[in-house]
């Protein structure tokens, strides 16, 4: 007799989507930000030869700050969706 796999938890699916969620937009946003922060840094500063490791520095505070806001808004929405439809 063969056993069913075990079923995930709601809760485990809704933390699962919300982190990756909010990686996938921390990434994206970091690779963004880092451009337009170093366009900014070339155009102020055009003689610091930091500019590249400010830009990156920047774009990977802003990445980090927007990725866990979209994982909390995520996991927000997807708790008050969740509690919406009916349990089976």
């Not at 938890?9 to 919300?18: K, T």
């Not at 990434?27 to 930091?50: K, M, N, V």
Request: hydrophobic residues 50%; contains cysteine.
């Amino acid at each position: 007799m063969q056993k069913k796999p075990a079923k995930t938890p709601r809760w485990a699916r809704g933390l699962a989507i919300s982190v990756l969620t909010g990686l996938g937009i921390g990434i994206l946003t970091i690779i963004i930000s880092a451009f337009f922060f170093y366009r900014h840094y070339a155009a102020e500063y055009p003689a610091d030869t930091q500019n590249l490791l400010s830009a990156l520095t920047s774009a990977v505070v802003t990445g980090i700050g927007v990725g866990a806001l979209a994982a909390i808004a995520t996991g927000c929405g997807y708790t008050l969706f969740g509690f919406v439809k009916p349990r089976p």
